[in-house]
């Protein structure tokens, strides 16, 4: 597993105490581009994967659970489009098809896949590397980082095309 930056660390205890955190975050940024970690800034970064964390978290099943948030443009110039559900194949091509489908430019996507066990409420509770033998859920995490957009209607579209 690579380490995060010292400064993304930092920013991650201040924006949560979440046991869970450092570790989703770790998997998360894995195998982001230099570009999208020079593009973005850690206090950005830190609050997406906090947020992240609490979509997966309460995520599960076949349906996709999606959010699409638009940060501080200062501190990140993309909108974020977030998607948890089961591990299947061809999620991220469905997903990228229909992003561009509806015009936007993807800039970035970061698609890890997490092991997962859940709380006596269906709470994820523990995560791993998929694999992991005492953790039997497999779930997909990903965010794609498309241009910037604010206007209501087209991003409510996004969320249905791609809750689809």
Known sequence: MSALPQDLTVRLK????????EQFTELLFEKASPELLDAVDPGSLAELAAESLKLLRTSGGRTPHVQIINP????????VVLVALSDRPFIVDSVKAEIRRQGFELAHVLHPVYAAARDADGVIDRLSRPATPQLSENIAFELYFIERESGEQRLEELHAGVSR
């Open 14 to 21: 201040a924006v949560s105490d979440d046991p869970l955190l």
């Open 72 to 79: 501080d443009e200062q501190l990140n110039p993309f909108t």
